[in-house]
């Protein structure tokens, strides 16, 4: 299991299969996005990866994803739960009523529920996701690219 970026990823399995090492290389959501693929090149085919469920098939992410999609933006493994976080600090000042972080960190340490294009989320008193969602990954190549496809 490899836990850092597909900068460092992406080399270090093309070195494996070229050294003839067919162990499968696992790793985490550091090797989420396209430039994995591009720099792991056909050696990338059967990484595993484990990383949060597309966004992009939420039925809250639409609008957005549609949205982002006509302005140009790649929709990669961060993207949306980037949004997320930005509608998740917005709640929390706006029902917070105040800017000062602590403050903010509060309310939303107040487990209540926070729209976002992730659907709902909530935080426990630590602050720490009530939800769960982690899936793994399979990266395959698919019509001519590589992608990773959930198990």
Same mark, same amino acid.
Do not use: C, H
């Given at each position: 299991y490899y836990g850092g970026q597909h900068t460092e990823a992406g080399p270090i399995v093309r070195q494996m299969r070229d050294q003839g090492v067919s162990a499968v290389?696992?790793?985490?959501?550091?090797?989420?996005? *396209? %430039?994995? &693929?591009? /720099?792991? &090149?056909?050696?990338? #085919?059967?990484?595993l990866m484990t990383s949060f469920p597309d966004p992009t098939t939420f039925p809250e992410a639409k609008d957005a994803a549609e949205e982002l999609?006509?302005?140009g933006v790649p929709l990669e493994a961060i993207t949306l739960y980037a949004?997320? +976080?930005?509608?998740? /600090? +917005?709640?929390? /000042?706006?029902? *917070? &009523? *105040?800017? %000062?972080?602590?403050? #903010?960190a509060d309310y939303l340490h107040g487990g209540?529920?926070?729209s976002t294009v992730l659907g709902p989320i909530a935080y426990d008193s630590k602050g720490d996701i009530k939800q769960p969602g982690f899936v793994v990954f399979e990266w395959k190549a698919v019509d001519g690219k590589l992608e990773p496809v959930a198990f």
């Open positions: 290389l696992m790793g985490g959501d550091g090797i989420s996005n *396209s %430039e994995f &693929g591009a /720099i792991g &090149g056909d050696a990338a #085919v059967g990484t999609a006509r302005r949004y997320a +976080a930005t509608q998740i /600090i +917005a709640d929390g /000042i706006a029902k *917070s &009523g *105040s800017k %000062e972080p602590q403050k #903010v209540a529920d926070i």
